[in-house]
T-cell receptor, first 112, second 114 residues
Framework: EAGVAQSPRYKIIEKRQSVAFWCNPI?????LYWYQQILGQGPKLLIQ????????DSQLPKDRFSAERLKGVDSTLKIQPAKLEDSAVYLC??????????FGEGSWLTVV | AQSVTQPDIHITVSEGASLELRCNYS??????LFWYVQSPGQGLQLLLK??????LVQGIKGFEAEFKRSQSSFNLRKPSVHWSDAAEYFC????????????FGKGTKLSVKP
């Protein structure tokens, strides 16, 4: 079974630039998550989708971050404009049910 | 508010020795609890999970964890550590029922001495 796919794996940008990360969840998984993991910390939820709809985006900095999930499958997370403190790993995850959440390998962002 | 505490930031054990990683949670209802492992440059891999029933749960790679409601703990154990177990370990609690998201602890980095 294919896992959660993410791209790009690594990205370096200057502050105030924009960046987009793409995620393809495991086939058939209705729930999709984006987590932010800052170095030395545990992952923190940014946004949770159930099919096309947003379930929880309370911790998403909406002035600069946006996310969408088209047709209930792939998802894109965008940051514009980026700040230095956005340097982190952005983890996409998906789940069929019952909280068994499967994570991708992450997209590593460095803002300089 | 829900939270997870992993008191040990870094632990070093000798290969072949036993391991226990501590995890304490704060959650009002019956918790769904997880342990994940993260190797350098990799995503998170699920080791084991507790939803209900037997409080001692078995996971992959020879790991087990015991849920103790009275102590609000869910400690991870392994009887004999291998060098390949060196990684960062995260404890997490799920919120909001069966489709809730995960709240993670800050992680414990495990180093293994030869």
């Amino acid at each position: 079974e294919a896992g959660v796919a993410q791209s790009p794996r690594y990205k370096i940008i200057e502050k105030r630039q924009s960046v987009a990360f793409w995620c393809n969840p495991i086939s058939g998984h209705a729930t999709l998550y984006w987590y932010q993991q800052i170095l030395g910390q545990g992952p923190k939820l940014l946004i949770q989708f159930q099919n096309n709809g947003v379930v929880d985006d309370s911790q998403l900095p909406k002035d600069r971050f946006s996310a969408e999930r088209l047709k209930g499958v792939d998802s894109t997370l965008k940051i514009q404009p980026a700040k230095l403190e956005d340097s982190a790993v952005y983890l996409c995850a998906s789940s069929p049910s019952r909280n068994t959440i499967y994570f991708g390998e992450g997209s590593w962002l460095t803002v300089v | 508010a829900q939270s997870v505490t992993q008191p040990d930031i870094h632990i070093t054990v000798s290969e072949g020795a036993s391991l226990e990683l501590r995890c304490n949670y704060s959650y009002g209802a019956t918790p769904y609890l997880f342990w994940y492992v993260q190797s350098p440059g990799q995503g998170l891999q699920l080791l084991l999970k507790y939803f209900s029933g037997d409080t001692l749960v078995q996971g992959i790679k020879g790991f087990e964890a015991e849920f103790k409601r009275s102590q609000s703990s869910f400690n991870l154990r392994k009887p004999s550590v291998h060098w390949s177990d060196a990684a960062e370990y995260f404890c997490a609690v799920a919120t909001g029922g069966s489709q809730g998201n995960l709240i993670f602890g800050k992680g414990t980095k495990l180093s293994v001495k030869p």
